[in-house]
């Protein structure tokens, strides 16, 4: 057909906005055929004003398809509909779902259709017929758009509905229809399905079964299932967590072991240097009196060296005097039983047991020297 566009249309489609794809033959004929070029002038779905409303997989398109993904498109779109001309209902389907991943139009959604009917899938094809009326009626394709209407009508007459109830109170639930996921809002409301048989699993977090069952949806019914989902689950009950505590700072790597007999043999042998240290300071002390009353000639240097003597040996004893009684009580300590044994726990009862008494243990000192410094660590029974 042959189309004259004069100056006054060229500025009424400027202004409106409506491109030349409205010039294209009226579609459908018969409801077998695009328009020419169907795919050929149609952007990404998102791009479409109203054309897919709802439509999720092509709302996502990251990007417009390119000169050479649109070609292959119309090259696709050609053989699909040569499929459909030999009833390949399935094979022009596939076809079609390839292009849809690539651009969608108001013809493809139609087209989309026309293959679920044939197939059986009324529900698919309800969808794609309003998906194409919606898109069709903004481009203003009035012909595709009241062809697909008239498929809806026919249509709508030959789903069936489920209507599932669930308990109030169930929480996270899931719900699967033939293996395909429903969104919990439609549990309550009607949910279309194809005719058939249909396999519904439903579950939820807060019970302890699983509901499955098999309906059979005659054409045009609603069924009404009620899914038992058993007891509920107990409440888990959370414990508060104690506060970590902060590990004790470690302690540095005992080297050798001294017995407390050792503490106690060091201690009297101190005593006893004292004690030996003290009568020879006494000794030079009493002599160096005597001389020092009758002194004789030139015995000066004698004398001094006499008192010198005293005095170290005088300093001497009491050092060691001094370091026996620190080894002595440090000893006494060790071997000491300790009077405050820690209290022991209470058992489930509440009952405390009477602590065991106890008895000084071996106990042992080590001495040690680190990087950051040096001591005695003390192993035992304190």
């Given at each position: 057909?042959?189309?004259?566009?004069t100056?006054?249309?060229?500025?009424?489609?400027?202004?409106?906005?409506?491109?030349?794809?409205?010039?294209?033959?009226?579609?459908?004929?018969?409801?077998?055929?695009?328009?020419?070029?169907?795919?050929?002038?149609?952007?990404?779905?998102?791009?479409?004003?109203?054309?897919?409303?709802?439509?999720?997989?092509?709302?996502?398109?990251p990007?417009?398809?390119?000169?050479?993904?649109?070609?292959?498109?119309?090259?696709?779109?050609?053989?699909?509909?040569?499929?459909?001309?030999?009833?390949?209902?399935?094979?022009?389907?596939?076809?079609?779902?390839?292009?849809?991943?690539?651009?969608?139009?108001p013809?493809?959604?139609?087209?989309?259709?026309?293959?679920?009917?044939?197939?059986?899938?009324?529900?698919?094809?309800?969808?794609?017929?309003?998906?194409?009326?919606?898109?069709?009626?903004?481009?203003?394709?009035?012909?595709?758009?009241?062809?697909?209407?008239?498929?809806?009508e026919?249509?709508?007459?030959?789903?069936?509905?489920?209507?599932?109830?669930?308990?109030?109170?169930?929480?996270?639930?899931?719900?699967?229809?033939?293996?395909?996921?429903?969104?919990?809002?439609?549990?309550?409301?009607?949910?279309?399905?194809?005719?058939?048989?249909?396999?519904?699993?439903?579950?939820?977090?807060?019970?302890?079964?699983?509901?499955?069952?098999?309906?059979?949806?005659e054409?045009?019914?609603?069924?009404?299932?009620?899914?038992?989902?058993?007891?509920?689950?107990?409440?888990?009950?959370?414990?508060?967590?104690?506060?970590?505590?902060?590990?004790?700072?470690?302690a540095?790597?005992?080297?050798?072991?001294?017995?407390?007999?050792?503490?106690?043999?060091?201690?009297?042998?101190?005593?006893?240097?004292?004690?030996?240290?003290?009568?020879?300071a006494?000794?030079?002390?009493?002599?160096?009196?005597?001389?020092?009353?009758?002194?004789?000639?030139?015995?000066?240097?004698e004398?001094?060296?006499?008192?010198?003597?005293?005095?170290?040996?005088?300093?001497?004893?009491?050092?060691?005097?001094?370091?026996?009684?620190?080894?002595?009580?440090?000893?006494t300590?060790?071997?000491?039983?300790?009077?405050?044994?820690?209290?022991?726990?209470?058992?489930?009862a509440?009952?405390?047991?009477?602590?065991?008494?106890?008895?000084?243990?071996?106990?042992?000192?080590?001495?040690w020297?680190?990087?950051?410094?040096?001591?005695?660590?003390?192993?035992?029974?304190?």
């Amino acid at each position: 057909m042959e189309h004259r566009i004069t100056i006054g249309g060229v500025v009424f489609f400027a202004v409106v906005g409506v491109g030349p794809a409205a010039f294209a033959e009226p579609y459908p004929e018969g409801a077998d055929r695009g328009p020419p070029g169907a795919v050929a002038g149609d952007t990404a779905a998102a791009a479409a004003p109203g054309a897919v409303a709802g439509d999720t997989v092509a709302a996502a398109a990251p990007r417009q398809p390119s000169a050479a993904e649109l070609a292959s498109a119309r090259h696709l779109f050609a053989l699909g509909l040569a499929a459909e001309d030999q009833g390949r209902w399935a094979e022009a389907l596939e076809t079609y779902e390839r292009i849809r991943k690539i651009v969608v139009s108001p013809a493809l959604w139609y087209h989309l259709g026309v293959c679920h009917e044939a197939l059986g899938h009324v529900v698919e094809a309800l969808n794609a017929f309003e998906l194409a009326m919606s898109g069709a009626a903004a481009r203003k394709e009035l012909a595709l758009a009241s062809e697909s209407r008239s498929r809806i009508e026919k249509l709508r007459t030959k789903t069936s509905q489920i209507v599932l109830q669930l308990p109030e109170d169930a929480t996270g639930v899931r719900v699967a229809i033939d293996g395909e996921p429903i969104h919990p809002a439609l549990v309550g409301a009607a949910i279309l399905v194809s005719p058939g048989a249909r396999r519904i699993a439903v579950r939820a977090e807060n019970y302890a079964e699983r509901f499955e069952a098999t309906v059979q949806a005659e054409t045009g019914a609603v069924v009404e299932l009620r899914a038992e989902l058993g007891r509920k689950r107990p409440l888990a009950v959370l414990r508060p967590s104690a506060p970590a505590r902060p590990a004790p700072p470690r302690a540095p790597a005992p080297g050798l072991s001294i017995p407390p007999v050792a503490v106690v043999g060091a201690a009297a042998a101190l005593g006893a240097a004292a004690v030996l240290t003290g009568v020879m300071a006494y000794d030079v002390r009493h002599t160096f009196l005597k001389k020092n009353a009758s002194p004789a000639p030139g015995s000066l240097g004698e004398r001094q060296a006499l008192r010198d003597r005293g005095q170290a040996l005088a300093i001497t004893s009491t050092v060691l005097t001094g370091a026996a009684l620190v080894a002595g009580g440090f000893a006494t300590y060790l071997f000491w039983p300790s009077a405050s044994p820690r209290a022991a726990p209470q058992d489930a009862a509440g009952r405390r047991p009477s602590p065991a008494p106890r008895a000084p243990g071996p106990t042992a000192l080590s001495p040690w020297v680190g990087v950051t410094g040096a001591g005695v660590a003390v192993q035992g029974v304190l």
